[in-house]
C-alpha cells in the first residue's frame, strides 16, 4: 500500500502547545479512507487532544486489528510507536506491551467488527483486568472492507444499503466495559467534536481502562435511509448527557458557573473533569444506574453520548499485580530470573 506523506514544511506562524509541537507534529500521513468517513473525523480529534494535553508523540504506543478502524492510526501520531495486530487481537498485545513498559501511554483503536465478533473475548478481558490504556472503538455497524455486511453492533430492525433488515440483536459495547468494570465508560459521535475531544482527553487522563464506543458512519454502506447508524439518525436520536471540558491540574483554572451546573469530578493525577450536566438526576459515579439509564433511552430509539461512567479512585493492572515502579523492560536478568531457590519457594507454597 502507498502511503501520501504531507508536506513536512509548516506555516512559521502556527500555534505551539507547551512542548514546542504544533497541531501538524502530532498528524500522519494522507488518510486512504473514503472522502467523509467518519474515521478520519475520530483521527482529527486524537490529534487535537494530545496536541492540547501536550503529550509527547513518542510518549505514545498505538495498537490496533484489522478493519478500516484498525489502518486509521497511520493517519495520526506520525512519531508515535505503532503496532498494527491480527484481527480481534489487539488487546492482547497491547496488555503484553502495558505490562513490559507501563510509562507509555497506550491508545488501541478498533471496530465494531473487530472488537465485537472476532476480538468480542480479548475485549471483555482486557476491560475486566483494568489495563491502563484508551480503547476506542470506531463503531460503523458494518463490514466497511468486505462490502458493507451487518455487524455484531448492528441494531435490530436496520436496514442495509441493499434493503436487507438486519434480525439480530446488537452487543452494546458500553453495557459490556459497564459490566466487566471499566472505570471510564464513554460515547460520542464522530460528528460531534466538541463532545468528543473532551472525552478523548479524559480517557488520556484516566488511570484504568477507559473505553469510549464512537460512532463513526461508514458513507460507502451505512449512511443511508433505514441506518441506525447513518450521521442524519445519530443527529436525530442523539441525547447528549453531557458535555465535558478537561481542566489540568498543573495550575489553578477558576470558572464562573451558576450553582448547579456543573460537577467536577477529581482524577487520580489532581486534574478535573468539568461535566456540565444536561440531566441533574444522573450520578457519573454510580455503575448500576449508568446501565438502567442506557437500557431506558436504548429502548426510547436514543443513542446515550456522553460521559457516562467514571471511577473516581480507578486502580490499573499494574496495581493489582503489584509490579515493580520500573518498566520491567528495563529490568536486569538478575531482577526477572530470580534463581532456583525462589522456585522452589515457590513450588513449596502451592504443595
Request: proline share 4%; glycine share 10%; net charge negative.
Amino acid at each position: 500500500m502507498t502511503f501520501i506523506p504531507k508536506p513536512k514544511l509548516h506555516h512559521p506562524d502556527l500555534q505551539k502547545n507547551a512542548l514546542g509541537f504544533t497541531r501538524r507534529d502530532y498528524e500522519g500521513p494522507v488518510s486512504t479512507l473514503c472522502a467523509g468517513c467518519g474515521h478520519d473525523s475520530i483521527s482529527a480529534a486524537i490529534v487535537k487532544a494530545c496536541f492540547e494535553l501536550d503529550i509527547a508523540p513518542h510518549r505514545v504506543a498505538k495498537l490496533s486489528g484489522i478493519g478500516c478502524s484498525s489502518k486509521t492510526p497511520t493517519y495520526f501520531l506520525g512519531a508515535s510507536h505503532g503496532f498494527n495486530s491480527v484481527h480481534g487481537r489487539m488487546p492482547s498485545v497491547l496488555t503484553g506491551a502495558n505490562l513490559a513498559n507501563k510509562d507509555l501511554i497506550y491508545l488501541g483503536v478498533s471496530g465494531d467488527g473487530d472488537s465485537a465478533s472476532i476480538g468480542l473475548g480479548q475485549f471483555a478481558h482486557s476491560m475486566r483486568r483494568g489495563v491502563n490504556m484508551v480503547y476506542i472503538v470506531e463503531n460503523n455497524g458494518v463490514y466497511g472492507l468486505t462490502k458493507g455486511q451487518f455487524s455484531a453492533t448492528s441494531d435490530k430492525g436496520a436496514k442495509s444499503k441493499r434493503g436487507v433488515v438486519n434480525s439480530d440483536e446488537a452487543i452494546d459495547l458500553v453495557g459490556m466495559a459497564l459490566q466487566l468494570g471499566a472505570t471510564f465508560v464513554g460515547r460520542s459521535f464522530s460528528g460531534d467534536k466538541a463532545q468528543l475531544v473532551p472525552l478523548i482527553e479524559a480517557a488520556l487522563k484516566h488511570e484504568g481502562a477507559a473505553f469510549i464506543d464512537c460512532i463513526s458512519p461508514c458513507v460507502a454502506f451505512n449512511n443511508h435511509e433505514g441506518s441506525t447508524k447513518s450521521f442524519d439518525y445519530v443527529r436525530e436520536h442523539n441525547a447528549a448527557l453531557n458535555y465535558l471540558d478537561v481542566i489540568s491540574g498543573r495550575s489553578e483554572i477558576t470558572v464562573d458557573y451558576a450553582p448547579g451546573e456543573v460537577e467536577m469530578v477529581t482524577q487520580h493525577d489532581g486534574s478535573t473533569l468539568k461535566l456540565r450536566k444536561l440531566h441533574p438526576s444522573y450520578d457519573v459515579h454510580d455503575r448500576v444506574a449508568a446501565l438502567t439509564y442506557m437500557q431506558e433511552r436504548a429502548a426510547m430509539g436514543e443513542i446515550v453520548t456522553g460521559l457516562l461512567y467514571v471511577d473516581p479512585n480507578p486502580r490499573d493492572m499494574h496495581g493489582y499485580l503489584k509490579t515493580v515502579d520500573r518498566p520491567l523492560n528495563e529490568l536486569s536478568d538478575d531482577a526477572l530470573i530470580p534463581g532456583g531457590s525462589a522456585l522452589e519457594r515457590l513450588n513449596a507454597s502451592l504443595r
